[in-house]
């Protein structure tokens, strides 16, 4: 069976020489020779840092001397393993741009590695190496010559440029990245950079969001919880959930800030083709108390104009929209207010009237009504069309029109015949 670390083994790019001590490694954890393993994983470590350090371009905070000095020692075999430490472990000097704490980490890793090539003392178990290995899986991300974050914003500057990597590539792997090689504090200037990397000129980028919207699915809640503060601070999350409207709950907003939204930041949004979206997922997570959800019904059906916004085909969207204080508030506005008699409003709210007469019981006002708009000289073709289609796709619903008719006394048009 196969332990974590070779699944983890198998994403990454190493080198042979790496994979070697890695195996060599997992050989001695499946046969309890634990000082050995652990030996072998950070003999596998310092190379891969070594390795890191060849491929690496000189920092500009380093003269070319103490550069050459490094690189002359790292081809040497009896001082290579020394100077990688002493320059992960220099915090004065650093060609690293990593945290005191990682350098203590590695300090203490250093001594345990002592504990199993002198064989000291010091028991050395299962879980010593468990725990190494996960110190590599969360840490070495971090460890770069130029810094995790900014080599992660590298990275993400590659994944979008299409001479390096090829339209649609998958995002998660570099997302995963984002909770081991930025730190939580810093999650927010991470963010920034990476937008002006992507976007100087607008927050609005759709590659932006994409990778916002894995990292809620992806990362740990530290994190998440910086990426909101950001992007209410930055005042976009009406764009953000327009795209991603199943990531509202992430915002966790108090019953004034969603009232607000639902009242007035989303209606004000240049957003209109997501509206109905945003109305659903505050709908079908609650979010909108039962006290206020006929209020929000009929903020959203005053808001709709026809010929600038899409009505929604999704049936999920729909299936949350059809609620009894909807179809009340359309029978009201359009029945009882008479509004059918108006057919440039009656135009501007058809997809709605539509709804209304596909999916909520009919009454005989609703019937009454529309057969009445009929006999008028300037009525609304859109809306008769509409609920023709609708008659001749729904044989269940022509009947329930025609028994409403019959029961009222009501003659049928001969265009829903």
């Given at each position: 069976m196969k332990i974590q670390i070779e699944y983890w083994k198998e994403e990454k790019k190493l080198s042979k020489k790496v994979n070697n001590l890695l195996n060599e490694s997992i050989i001695c954890y499946k046969h309890d020779a634990y000082r050995a393993s652990l030996l072998f994983s950070y003999l596998a470590f310092v190379t891969i840092i070594k390795e890191t350090i060849i491929?690496?371009?000189k920092p500009a905070t380093i003269t070319q001397t103490r550069w050459d000095s490094i690189l002359t020692e790292l081809q040497n075999d009896d001082k290579w393993e020394k100077r990688v430490f002493d320059e992960l472990t220099n915090s004065s000097s650093p060609i690293f741009n990593i945290k005191e704490d990682l350098r203590?980490?590695?300090?203490?890793?250093?001594d345990r590695r002592n504990d199993c090539a002198h064989f000291k003392d010091n028991e050395v178990e299962y879980q010593h190496v468990e725990s190494f290995w996960s110190f590599l899986r969360s840490n070495l991300i971090k460890i770069n010559v130029e810094g995790g974050r900014q080599n992660l914003l590298v990275k993400f500057q590659d994944h979008f440029d299409t001479t390096k990597t090829p339209p649609n590539s998958d995002l998660s792997p570099l997302v995963s990245e984002i909770e081991n090689a930025v730190e939580s504090n810093e999650v927010k200037d991470f963010l920034t950079d990476l937008r002006n990397i992507l976007d100087p000129y607008g927050w609005n980028n759709p590659n932006y969001y994409k990778i916002i919207n894995k990292s809620f699915e992806l990362c740990h809640e530290l994190i998440t919880e910086k990426v909101?503060?950001?992007?209410?601070?930055?005042?976009?999350?009406?764009?953000?959930?327009?795209?991603?409207p199943d990531k509202v709950n992430y915002f966790n907003f108090s019953a004034t800030q969603t009232?607000?939204?639902?009242?007035?930041?989303?209606?004000?949004?240049?957003?209109?083709?997501?509206?109905?979206?945003?109305?659903?997922?505050?709908?079908?997570?609650?979010?909108?108390?039962?006290?206020?959800?006929?209020?929000?019904?009929?903020?959203?059906?005053?808001?709709?104009?026809?010929t600038r916004d899409s009505f929604p085909s999704n049936t999920e969207i729909l299936l949350t929209l059809k609620n009894d204080k909807l179809g009340d508030i359309i029978f009201k506005k359009?029945?009882?207010?008479?509004?059918?008699?108006?057919?440039?409003?009656?135009?501007?709210?058809?997809?709605?009237i539509a709804f209304y007469f596909e999916h909520f019981t009919l009454k005989k006002e609703s019937v009454e009504t529309l057969f009445a708009m009929l006999e008028k000289q300037n009525y609304s073709w859109w809306l008769r069309d509409s609920v023709l289609r609708i008659l001749n796709s729904n044989s269940t619903k022509k009947s329930e029109l025609h028994n409403v008719a019959t029961q009222s006394g009501l003659t049928v048009p001969n265009v829903f015949e």
């Open positions: 491929r690496a371009n203590l980490q590695i300090k203490f890793w250093k909101v503060e950001f992007i209410l601070e930055n005042n976009f999350e009406i764009e953000f959930i327009s795209n991603f009232r607000e939204l639902w009242k007035k930041k989303i209606l004000l949004s240049n957003n209109n083709r997501y509206i109905f979206d945003l109305y659903a997922a505050l709908i079908r997570n609650n979010l909108i108390p039962q006290a206020e959800l006929s209020e929000a019904y009929s903020a959203l059906f005053d808001y709709y104009e026809q359009a029945i009882e207010e008479d509004k059918l008699n108006n057919f440039m409003w009656v135009n501007s709210k058809t997809d709605f």
